[in-house]
Protein backbone atom coordinates (compact mmCIF):
# COMPACT_ATOMS: atom_id res chain seq x y z
CA UNK A 1 0.00 0.00 0.00
CA UNK A 2 1.50 3.49 -1.10
CA UNK A 3 1.36 6.59 0.45
CA UNK A 4 -1.70 7.86 -1.33
CA UNK A 5 -3.72 4.93 -1.11
CA UNK A 6 -2.82 4.71 3.05
CA UNK A 7 -4.07 8.72 3.28
CA UNK A 8 -7.30 8.03 1.22
CA UNK A 9 -7.83 4.57 2.52
CA UNK A 10 -7.87 5.63 6.18
CA UNK A 11 -7.73 9.68 6.49
CA UNK A 12 -9.91 11.02 3.73
CA UNK A 13 -13.42 11.40 4.45
CA UNK A 14 -16.80 12.98 3.30
CA UNK A 15 -16.08 16.75 4.38
CA UNK A 16 -18.69 17.97 6.73
CA UNK A 17 -21.27 20.31 6.07
CA UNK A 18 -21.47 22.32 8.79
CA UNK A 19 -17.62 22.77 9.20
CA UNK A 20 -15.45 26.00 8.68
CA UNK A 21 -13.59 23.86 6.29
CA UNK A 22 -13.68 25.61 2.75
CA UNK A 23 -11.01 23.26 1.24
CA UNK A 24 -10.03 20.17 3.24
CA UNK A 25 -7.75 17.41 2.52
CA UNK A 26 -6.37 16.73 -0.82
CA UNK A 27 -4.43 19.99 -2.06
CA UNK A 28 -1.01 21.74 -0.56
CA UNK A 29 -3.30 23.65 1.80
CA UNK A 30 -6.34 23.15 3.67
CA UNK A 31 -8.49 26.36 3.45
CA UNK A 32 -10.23 27.57 7.01
CA UNK A 33 -12.94 30.25 7.27
CA UNK A 34 -12.72 31.55 10.95
CA UNK A 35 -16.17 33.38 11.79
CA UNK A 36 -16.09 37.05 12.31
CA UNK A 37 -14.51 37.89 15.54
CA UNK A 38 -13.22 35.24 15.83
CA UNK A 39 -9.51 34.13 16.50
CA UNK A 40 -7.70 31.47 15.29
CA UNK A 41 -6.34 29.18 18.90
CA UNK A 42 -3.91 26.62 17.18
CA UNK A 43 -1.46 24.23 19.57
CA UNK A 44 -0.01 20.96 18.59
CA UNK A 45 1.48 17.74 20.68
CA UNK A 46 3.59 14.93 19.49
CA UNK A 47 3.22 11.54 20.53
CA UNK A 48 6.30 9.35 20.30
CA UNK A 49 6.58 5.71 20.94
CA UNK A 50 8.48 4.55 24.27
CA UNK A 51 7.96 8.19 25.55
CA UNK A 52 4.56 8.94 25.49
CA UNK A 53 2.73 5.14 24.77
CA UNK A 54 3.44 1.55 25.65
CA UNK A 55 3.93 -0.13 22.31
CA UNK A 56 1.12 -2.53 23.34
CA UNK A 57 -1.39 0.10 23.71
CA UNK A 58 -4.27 -0.58 21.33
CA UNK A 59 -4.39 1.55 18.15
CA UNK A 60 -7.96 2.55 18.46
CA UNK A 61 -7.08 3.94 21.96
CA UNK A 62 -4.12 6.07 20.83
CA UNK A 63 -5.73 7.82 17.89
CA UNK A 64 -8.15 9.18 20.73
CA UNK A 65 -5.25 9.72 23.22
CA UNK A 66 -3.53 11.73 20.07
CA UNK A 67 -6.70 13.56 19.66
CA UNK A 68 -7.19 14.16 23.21
CA UNK A 69 -4.12 15.42 24.41
CA UNK A 70 -4.65 18.43 21.75
CA UNK A 71 -8.05 18.73 22.15
CA UNK A 72 -7.35 19.36 25.83
CA UNK A 73 -5.04 22.57 25.24
CA UNK A 74 -8.02 24.04 23.44
CA UNK A 75 -10.12 23.54 26.39
CA UNK A 76 -7.10 25.18 28.82
CA UNK A 77 -7.58 28.44 26.56
CA UNK A 78 -11.74 28.48 26.38
CA UNK A 79 -11.20 27.85 22.77
CA UNK A 80 -13.78 26.06 20.61
CA UNK A 81 -12.41 23.07 18.17
CA UNK A 82 -12.61 23.17 14.71
CA UNK A 83 -9.80 21.14 12.90
CA UNK A 84 -6.79 18.99 13.05
CA UNK A 85 -3.94 18.20 10.84
CA UNK A 86 -2.18 14.80 11.30
CA UNK A 87 1.84 14.07 10.65
CA UNK A 88 2.42 10.39 11.21
CA UNK A 89 5.61 8.29 10.38
CA UNK A 90 4.73 4.64 10.41
CA UNK A 91 7.16 1.56 10.32
CA UNK A 92 5.56 0.55 7.61
CA UNK A 93 1.30 0.27 6.70
CA UNK A 94 0.03 -2.36 8.76
CA UNK A 95 -3.81 -2.18 7.82
CA UNK A 96 -4.92 -3.65 11.29
CA UNK A 97 -2.67 -1.04 12.89
CA UNK A 98 -4.05 2.13 10.45
CA UNK A 99 -7.91 0.75 10.55
CA UNK A 100 -7.86 1.05 14.48
CA UNK A 101 -6.18 3.62 14.62
CA UNK A 102 -8.14 5.72 12.45
CA UNK A 103 -11.39 4.95 14.36
CA UNK A 104 -10.58 5.89 17.74
CA UNK A 105 -9.39 9.15 16.30
CA UNK A 106 -12.21 9.80 14.27
CA UNK A 107 -14.40 8.86 16.88
CA UNK A 108 -13.42 11.44 19.08
CA UNK A 109 -13.01 13.85 16.18
CA UNK A 110 -16.91 13.26 15.33
CA UNK A 111 -17.72 13.90 19.36
CA UNK A 112 -16.00 17.21 18.73
CA UNK A 113 -17.34 17.99 15.38
CA UNK A 114 -14.02 18.17 13.73
CA UNK A 115 -12.44 17.37 10.56
CA UNK A 116 -9.21 16.23 10.03
CA UNK A 117 -7.86 18.62 7.25
CA UNK A 118 -4.65 17.76 6.16
CA UNK A 119 -0.99 16.52 7.38
CA UNK A 120 1.62 14.60 6.35
CA UNK A 121 2.46 10.37 5.90
CA UNK A 122 5.78 9.22 6.10
CA UNK A 123 7.85 6.10 7.13
CA UNK A 124 10.06 5.69 9.95
CA UNK A 125 9.71 5.17 14.10
CA UNK A 126 6.23 5.51 14.96
CA UNK A 127 5.67 9.28 16.13
CA UNK A 128 2.08 11.01 15.96
CA UNK A 129 1.79 14.99 15.87
CA UNK A 130 -1.48 16.22 15.90
CA UNK A 131 -1.88 20.23 15.14
CA UNK A 132 -5.35 21.41 16.65
CA UNK A 133 -6.99 24.48 15.09
CA UNK A 134 -10.01 26.14 16.90
CA UNK A 135 -11.80 29.84 17.61
CA UNK A 136 -12.48 32.02 20.48
CA UNK A 137 -13.96 35.48 20.61
CA UNK A 138 -11.74 38.14 19.88
CA UNK A 139 -10.61 41.38 17.71
CA UNK A 140 -7.28 42.37 17.94
CA UNK A 141 -5.66 41.91 21.02
CA UNK A 142 -9.29 41.60 23.08
CA UNK A 143 -9.96 37.96 23.26
CA UNK A 144 -11.32 35.77 26.07
CA UNK A 145 -9.06 33.29 25.69
CA UNK A 146 -8.00 31.81 29.12
CA UNK A 147 -4.60 32.17 29.39
CA UNK A 148 -2.19 30.78 32.45
CA UNK A 149 -0.92 34.71 33.29
CA UNK A 150 -4.52 36.08 34.77
CA UNK A 151 -4.81 34.76 38.61
CA UNK A 152 -4.84 36.97 41.12
CA UNK A 153 -4.17 36.51 45.24
CA UNK A 154 -7.37 35.61 46.70
CA UNK A 155 -8.72 33.96 43.73
CA UNK A 156 -10.08 30.12 44.20
CA UNK A 157 -7.96 27.52 42.63
CA UNK A 158 -9.93 24.63 41.03
CA UNK A 159 -9.58 21.32 39.19
CA UNK A 160 -11.78 19.12 37.41
CA UNK A 161 -12.85 15.68 37.56
CA UNK A 162 -10.03 13.68 39.40
CA UNK A 163 -6.12 13.34 39.79
CA UNK A 164 -3.79 10.28 39.98
CA UNK A 165 -5.86 8.16 38.05
CA UNK A 166 -3.88 7.54 34.89
CA UNK A 167 -0.18 7.47 37.29
CA UNK A 168 -2.35 4.11 39.18
CA UNK A 169 -2.56 2.45 35.57
CA UNK A 170 0.81 3.33 34.86
CA UNK A 171 1.93 2.02 38.45
CA UNK A 172 0.06 -1.29 37.35
CA UNK A 173 1.99 -1.22 33.98
CA UNK A 174 5.33 -0.93 35.68
CA UNK A 175 4.60 -4.36 37.93
CA UNK A 176 4.74 -1.61 41.42
CA UNK A 177 0.89 -2.33 42.30
CA UNK A 178 -1.78 -4.55 41.68
CA UNK A 179 -5.75 -3.74 41.52
CA UNK A 180 -8.96 -5.56 40.67
CA UNK A 181 -9.62 -6.14 37.12
CA UNK A 182 -12.30 -3.72 37.35
CA UNK A 183 -10.10 -0.97 39.26
CA UNK A 184 -7.63 -1.86 36.63
CA UNK A 185 -9.74 -1.03 33.50
CA UNK A 186 -11.42 2.21 34.88
CA UNK A 187 -7.32 3.86 35.45
CA UNK A 188 -6.34 1.91 32.42
CA UNK A 189 -9.24 3.95 30.12
CA UNK A 190 -8.38 7.02 32.27
CA UNK A 191 -4.89 6.57 31.20
CA UNK A 192 -5.40 5.91 27.61
CA UNK A 193 -7.99 7.89 26.51
CA UNK A 194 -8.29 10.82 28.57
CA UNK A 195 -11.36 12.97 28.23
CA UNK A 196 -10.74 16.26 26.88
CA UNK A 197 -12.49 19.10 29.13
CA UNK A 198 -13.68 21.12 26.65
CA UNK A 199 -17.17 21.75 27.33
CA UNK A 200 -16.07 23.17 30.85
CA UNK A 201 -13.07 25.42 29.37
CA UNK A 202 -16.26 27.07 26.68
CA UNK A 203 -17.93 27.75 29.96
CA UNK A 204 -15.29 29.06 32.06
CA UNK A 205 -14.72 31.72 29.42
CA UNK A 206 -15.34 35.04 31.30
CA UNK A 207 -15.67 33.05 34.51
CA UNK A 208 -11.77 31.52 35.09
CA UNK A 209 -9.08 33.93 35.57
CA UNK A 210 -6.18 31.60 34.52
CA UNK A 211 -6.50 27.86 33.39
CA UNK A 212 -3.83 25.48 31.99
CA UNK A 213 -4.43 21.55 31.45
CA UNK A 214 -2.59 19.20 34.12
CA UNK A 215 -0.66 16.60 31.50
CA UNK A 216 2.59 16.81 33.71
CA UNK A 217 1.44 16.31 37.25
CA UNK A 218 -0.82 19.14 39.44
CA UNK A 219 2.46 20.51 41.04
CA UNK A 220 4.27 21.20 37.92
CA UNK A 221 1.22 22.71 35.56
CA UNK A 222 -0.42 24.89 38.20
CA UNK A 223 3.65 26.41 38.85
CA UNK A 224 3.41 27.60 35.57
CA UNK A 225 0.03 29.25 36.05
CA UNK A 226 1.51 30.58 39.22
CA UNK A 227 4.88 31.93 37.74
CA UNK A 228 2.89 33.24 34.46
CA UNK A 229 0.37 34.89 36.86
CA UNK A 230 3.84 36.09 39.36
CA UNK A 231 1.42 34.59 42.39
CA UNK A 232 1.75 31.57 44.81
CA UNK A 233 -0.87 29.24 46.04
CA UNK A 234 -2.07 27.38 49.11
CA UNK A 235 -3.66 24.07 48.17
CA UNK A 236 -5.62 22.09 51.08
CA UNK A 237 -5.15 17.78 50.52
CA UNK A 238 -6.14 15.52 50.51
CA UNK A 239 -7.35 16.11 47.14
CA UNK A 240 -10.27 14.72 44.73
CA UNK A 241 -9.14 11.21 44.27
CA UNK A 242 -11.92 8.88 42.77
CA UNK A 243 -10.06 5.77 41.85
CA UNK A 244 -7.14 6.25 44.43
CA UNK A 245 -9.33 6.10 47.52
CA UNK A 246 -10.98 3.37 45.46
CA UNK A 247 -7.90 1.38 45.32
CA UNK A 248 -6.25 2.38 49.24
CA UNK A 249 -7.03 -0.87 50.31
CA UNK A 250 -5.24 -2.35 52.62
CA UNK A 251 -3.33 -4.33 50.08
CA UNK A 252 -0.77 -1.19 49.70
CA UNK A 253 0.29 -1.04 53.12
CA UNK A 254 1.52 -4.70 52.36
CA UNK A 255 3.28 -3.38 49.14
CA UNK A 256 4.83 -0.29 50.80
CA UNK A 257 2.43 1.95 48.82
CA UNK A 258 0.44 3.82 51.31
CA UNK A 259 -1.09 7.17 51.38
CA UNK A 260 2.25 8.63 50.59
CA UNK A 261 2.30 7.61 47.03
CA UNK A 262 -1.78 8.55 46.88
CA UNK A 263 -0.74 12.08 47.83
CA UNK A 264 2.14 11.80 44.92
CA UNK A 265 -0.34 10.85 42.19
CA UNK A 266 -2.57 13.13 42.91
CA UNK A 267 0.04 15.98 42.99
CA UNK A 268 2.42 14.63 40.21
CA UNK A 269 1.37 11.61 38.64
CA UNK A 270 0.95 13.22 34.98
CA UNK A 271 -1.05 12.28 31.99
CA UNK A 272 -4.75 13.53 33.95
CA UNK A 273 -5.53 15.74 31.36
CA UNK A 274 -8.14 17.81 33.71
CA UNK A 275 -8.08 21.40 33.80
CA UNK A 276 -6.67 23.19 36.70
CA UNK A 277 -8.21 26.96 36.76
CA UNK A 278 -8.51 30.05 39.11
CA UNK A 279 -11.25 32.22 39.58
CA UNK A 280 -12.22 35.17 42.05
CA UNK A 281 -14.13 34.32 44.85
CA UNK A 282 -17.00 36.87 43.86
CA UNK A 283 -17.82 33.87 40.79
CA UNK A 284 -18.08 30.39 43.02
CA UNK A 285 -21.76 30.24 41.62
CA UNK A 286 -20.19 30.92 38.20
CA UNK A 287 -17.83 28.06 38.33
CA UNK A 288 -20.90 25.80 39.68
CA UNK A 289 -22.75 26.91 37.01
CA UNK A 290 -19.94 26.25 34.63
CA UNK A 291 -19.35 22.91 36.17
CA UNK A 292 -23.10 21.85 35.76
CA UNK A 293 -23.93 22.98 32.32
CA UNK A 294 -20.94 20.89 30.86
CA UNK A 295 -21.23 18.01 33.11
CA UNK A 296 -18.13 18.09 34.72
CA UNK A 297 -16.95 17.87 38.31
CA UNK A 298 -14.80 20.81 39.35
CA UNK A 299 -13.54 20.84 43.19
CA UNK A 300 -12.08 23.61 45.17
CA UNK A 301 -8.30 22.37 45.99
CA UNK A 302 -6.83 25.94 47.53
CA UNK A 303 -6.53 29.78 46.99
CA UNK A 304 -3.81 31.71 44.89
CA UNK A 305 -1.73 33.86 47.55
CA UNK A 306 0.51 36.87 46.66
CA UNK A 307 3.89 34.96 47.78
CA UNK A 308 5.14 32.66 45.12
CA UNK A 309 5.48 28.84 45.59
CA UNK A 310 2.99 26.19 46.42
CA UNK A 311 2.47 25.31 49.96
CA UNK A 312 0.43 22.38 51.30
CA UNK A 313 -2.02 21.92 54.16
CA UNK A 314 -2.88 18.37 55.61
CA UNK A 315 -6.82 17.75 56.71
CA UNK A 316 -6.12 19.88 59.44
CA UNK A 317 -4.92 23.17 58.17
CA UNK A 318 -1.22 22.57 59.29
CA UNK A 319 1.48 22.45 56.55
CA UNK A 320 2.27 19.26 55.19
CA UNK A 321 6.39 18.50 55.35
CA UNK A 322 6.84 17.19 51.71
CA UNK A 323 10.09 17.32 49.81
CA UNK A 324 8.72 18.89 46.48
CA UNK A 325 12.20 17.40 44.79
CA UNK A 326 10.79 13.93 45.30
CA UNK A 327 8.26 14.55 43.10
CA UNK A 328 10.83 14.66 39.84
CA UNK A 329 11.10 11.02 39.97
CA UNK A 330 7.95 11.01 37.44
CA UNK A 331 9.50 13.10 35.41
CA UNK A 332 11.65 9.88 34.00
P1 LIG B 1 2.73 17.49 0.06
O1 LIG B 1 3.40 16.97 -1.16
O2 LIG B 1 2.24 18.88 -0.05
O3 LIG B 1 3.50 17.20 1.31
P2 LIG B 1 1.34 15.08 0.40
O4 LIG B 1 1.52 14.42 -0.90
O5 LIG B 1 2.24 14.71 1.53
O6 LIG B 1 1.38 16.64 0.18
O7 LIG B 1 -0.14 14.87 0.90
C1 LIG B 1 -1.24 14.93 0.00
C2 LIG B 1 -2.46 15.40 0.73
O8 LIG B 1 -2.78 14.49 1.75
C3 LIG B 1 -2.28 16.77 1.39
O9 LIG B 1 -3.50 17.45 1.30
C4 LIG B 1 -2.00 16.43 2.82
O10 LIG B 1 -2.44 17.44 3.68
C5 LIG B 1 -2.79 15.15 3.00
N1 LIG B 1 -2.20 14.24 4.01
C6 LIG B 1 -1.01 13.59 3.92
N2 LIG B 1 -0.84 12.80 5.00
C7 LIG B 1 -1.93 12.96 5.78
C8 LIG B 1 -2.36 12.42 7.02
N3 LIG B 1 -1.60 11.56 7.73
N4 LIG B 1 -3.55 12.82 7.51
C9 LIG B 1 -4.30 13.68 6.81
N5 LIG B 1 -3.98 14.22 5.66
C10 LIG B 1 -2.80 13.87 5.12
MG1 LIG C 1 3.82 15.56 2.38
Redo the contacts with the bound molecule.
Sequence with gaps: MG??EL?ERY??RPARNDSRTVLG??????LLAPAPGMQLAISSDMLVEGRHFLSTVDPARLGHKALAVNLSDLAACGARPLAF????ALPRADATWLSGFSAGLFALADSHQIE??????TQGPLNICITVLGEVPGTGTQHQALLRGGAHAGDDIYVSGNLGDARLALAVFRGNLSLTTALFELARTRMEQPTPRVALGLALRGVASAAIDVSDGLLGDLGHLLRASQVGAVIETPLASGLLAAAAHPDWAAQGIGTPAQLDYVLAGGDDYELVFTAPAAAAAAVQQAALVSATPVTRIGRVRAAAGIQLLDAQGHELQCNLASFDHFKS
Design positions: EFIFKLGDDCATLALLVGGDT
